[in-house]
């Protein structure tokens, strides 16, 4: 266990001058100090190594806090400390970030031993943003507890310690009573042991103690984390459901983050009694489930990926993982590979949905021509949207939900309520310059991370697609007892702005003629608004 030392007269590294302790916890103490060569102020926080790691394992471990820090950054500005420095000193990591004008949520509990349950729920939504924009990147933060949550008294909380999870080979190397029953038993970790801290730190701020209490030794508390049964909470109001649905032992049955987003806004809307469930999803009697709405859950639930965050640069993020489709050269679809094998993840939510669209601006009532100027054929009909593209779609499809991340991005999920299939369309003025690594690097580990089998179809492609610089790939998911497959272009239109489309159909289904012509028409008339 670390134990809070304060000198002015050590520095650590040389550099940094330790001032006045911050907060404390299990294996972690914070400190206010001071950087004597630039004289600005800095937050220390000094983590116990388990064991004395081996030169290579201490630039292992800087390295990637470093860079993990670097990457959320990006991702969420001003929710997330910057890390300056990182260091392994005498048994003990040592991370350095920008002094953060706010307090702990740890030091704020011990201060006021509870909160109510709005309190909670507001600072739960905006931690849940924050982690929704780090799964979405296939970032995991791992480390998660009251003390690396500040809260400030104007703007966003400010989330710390990403990165430092796989730094060392322990399971969890500070505050273990909110470590997930998974990092107890040293196994693999996702998002869902994220949630699973966001349940525990819920738990701590209506309750006033987490849910499973410290022990003398840390393999103690774990042990307790993994086998103990959950005390169940009291003071949790309308958050009840919310904070056992994500304190379920079995990562797979927690409750996802757009249920959790849900409950967190009735509580804030003062709407509390709403009930709390994943959306239905019906069983299907024959191939694939069919029934009212059963698209658009498709997309939420099932390719498990229609994701759209609250920061622009994460919806270029899903920009790779929902949207990003399109066409061979000539427009047809690709034939994909066969499938192989599954790789378990975690489903991801939505933001809320902004209002639909007015039914004057979702349909048109010309069946030609269409936007790339040639007759469409039977069945199909033009759609222009207000955000101002245009393709075609099978008669009856229309927007079924739009979600935004300010002006900078947003994501269209179009589809039918007796269709399986859906088509996403995502805007962002934040993506990278090779479509192929946007797909590779930023969406492909947060689809490996989502919990839903996802499997990629042979390999993601450079193209071109009228004339703009793009890239394909096609993968398969689980949606219940269905397996859909996706098939996804991203292109991109010129400085960091990108679209990307997503065609999502039963894989059962994939080979008929209806889809494949359905799937060629979108390919072939989609267009971006003219400039």
């Not at 800095?42 to 990457?71: K, N, Y």
């Not at 038993?185 to 738990?203: F, K, N």
């Not at 086998?227 to 169940?232: S, V, Y």
């Not at 690097?441 to 004339?467: C, F, H, M, N, W």
């Amino acid at each position: 266990m670390v134990k809070a030392r304060v000198s002015t007269a050590e520095l650590v590294a040389g550099r940094y001058r330790l001032v006045d302790v911050v907060h404390r916890e299990t294996n972690r103490v914070s400190y206010y100090g001071e950087d004597i060569q630039t004289e600005q102020p800095c937050l220390l926080t000094q983590v116990g190594l388990p064991d004395d790691p081996s030169p290579d394992d201490r630039r292992r471990a800087t390295s990637r806090i470093l860079r993990t820090s670097e990457r959320m950054g990006l991702l969420r500005p001003g929710r997330v400390a910057t890390v300056l420095d990182a260091v392994e000193e005498s048994g003990s990591l040592w991370l350095v970030t920008e002094w953060i004008d706010g307090t702990p949520l740890g030091e704020l509990l011990a201060r006021q031993g509870t909160f109510n349950y709005v309190r909670a729920a507001r600072i739960g939504l905006e931690l849940l943003d924050v982690l929704e924009a780090a799964h979405v990147a296939g970032i995991t933060h791992g480390e998660l507890s009251p003390g690396q949550v500040f809260v400030r008294d104007e703007g966003p909380l400010v989330v710390t310690g990403f990165g430092l999870a796989g730094a060392t080979l322990a399971p969890r190397v500070a505050a273990p009573s909110y470590a997930s029953p998974e990092q107890a038993r040293d196994e693999r970790i996702g998002p869902a042991s994220d949630l699973w801290a966001l349940g525990a730190i819920l738990y701590t701020m209506v309750e006033g103690r987490p849910p499973y209490r410290e022990r003398d030794r840390p393999e103690a508390t774990l042990k307790g984390v993994d086998r103990l049964p959950l005390r169940a909470p009291v003071r949790a109001g309308p958050l009840t459901q919310a904070v056992q649905g994500l304190l379920r032992k079995d990562s797979r049955e927690r409750l996802s983050r757009l249920v959790i987003r849900d409950a967190f806004v009735r509580v804030l809307n003062e709407d509390p009694e709403a009930p709390l469930q994943e959306p239905a999803r019906p069983r299907s009697r024959g191939l694939y489930p069919v029934g009212p709405g059963w698209g658009r859950r498709a997309m939420v639930a099932g390719t498990a990926l229609a994701v759209v965050t609250v920061a622009a640069a994460v919806l270029v993020v899903t920009n790779g993982r929902e949207d990003e489709g399109g066409s061979s050269a000539a427009g047809a679809a690709p034939p994909g590979p066969s499938a192989s094998a599954k790789e378990p993840t975690t489903p991801a939510p939505t933001r809320e949905p902004t209002p639909s669209p007015t039914k004057e601006a979702t349909e048109t009532a010309s069946p030609a021509p269409s936007p790339s100027g040639t007759a469409l054929p039977d069945g199909f009909r033009t759609y222009k949207s207000p955000e101002g593209f245009s393709l075609a779609l099978p008669e009856g499809w229309k927007p079924l939900r739009t979600t935004r991340a300010s002006d900078l991005a947003y994501r269209v999920v179009l589809g039918s309520a007796d269709d399986p299939r859906t088509l996403a369309v995502t805007y962002s003025e934040r993506v990278g310059p090779d479509p192929v690594a946007v797909w590779r690097d930023d969406v492909e580990p947060g689809l490996k991370g989502s919990g839903v089998g996802y499997e990629r179809l042979g390999d993601i492609e450079a193209t071109t697609y009228q004339g703009y610089e793009a890239a394909d790939i096609q993968w398969l998911a689980d949606i219940d007892d269905t397996r859909v497959r996706t098939f996804g272009r991203g292109l991109l239109i010129g400085e960091h702005r990108g679209y990307s489309l997503r065609w999502t159909t039963p894989e059962a289904d994939w080979d008929d003629a209806g889809n494949r012509e359905a799937l060629d028409v979108v390919l072939r008339t989609f267009r971006v608004p003219e400039e």
